[in-house]
């Protein structure tokens, strides 16, 4: 609805560079977001500037090792 384009559009561009910035320095294996429009959307983004996949939409995680 309106409040989820509202929402992405005070996400400046700075605040996903920091995101990805935050994810490449502490050397994050994961990192999860909220399955929002602008979860989804901040999620594709920092997966891009890392290289990185991109799962939506999970409703399961496991770890080994």
Same mark, same amino acid.
């Given at each position: 609805g309106k409040s989820i384009r509202v929402i992405s559009r005070l996400l400046p561009r700075k @605040?996903? +560079?920091? %995101?990805?910035?935050?994810?490449? /320095?502490? /050397?994050?294996? %994961? $990192? $999860? $977001?909220? @399955?929002? +429009?602008?979860?989804?959307? %901040?999620?594709? %983004?920092v997966a891009q500037r890392l290289s990185s996949g991109c799962i939506t939409d999970a409703i399961d995680i496991r770890t080994q090792g």
């Open positions: @605040s996903k +560079r920091a %995101i990805a910035q935050a994810a490449s /320095d502490y /050397d994050f294996n %994961i $990192l $999860l $977001l909220g @399955s929002t +429009r602008a979860g989804k959307e %901040i999620a594709a %983004i």
